[in-house]
């Protein structure tokens, strides 16, 4: 099994950043990816953006892109989420999850192996 905490949540101001983390413990895995997802209140977990472990390919969703930047640590077994530019839209739980058997788009939660409890990001106009 593989556990997954994020942290680095809280709530800003509109413009404010902020960088969540995740680390991951247990299982060693290899070929994976990690991602990002949210989700807002009455609304479906959404795709944030996705990094793949070795490598570090990233792909981000058109919402977030040129404001969040997706990166790792490999020593620190931990993925970051650097948010910027922050807007009220962005306010959701974020959550980190692995995909250890890519065979699909990596876009939809449903193709993720473990996930992380989440942490609140609340971003006030």
């Known amino acids: 099994q593989v556990q997954l905490v994020e942290s680095g949540g809280g709530l800003v101001q509109a413009g404010d950043s902020l960088r969540l983390s995740c680390t991951a413990s247990?299982?060693?895995?290899?070929?994976?990816?990690m991602a990002w997802f949210r989700q807002a209140p009455g609304k479906e977990r959404d795709f944030v953006a996705v990094?793949?472990?070795?490598?570090?390919?990233?792909y981000y969703a058109d919402s977030v892109k040129g404001r969040f930047t997706i990166s790792r640590d490999i020593a620190k077994n931990t993925v970051y989420l650097q948010m910027n530019s922050l807007k009220p839209e962005d306010t959701a739980v974020y959550y980190c999850?692995?995909?250890?058997?890519?065979?699909?788009?990596?876009?939809?939660?449903?193709?993720?192996?473990?996930w992380g409890q989440g942490t609140q990001v609340t971003v006030s106009s």
């Open positions: 247990g299982r060693t895995l290899s070929n994976y990816y």
């Open positions: 990094i793949r472990w070795s490598g570090g390919w990233t």
């Open positions: 999850a692995i995909d250890a058997d890519y065979s699909g788009t990596l876009l939809h939660s449903y193709e993720y192996d473990y």
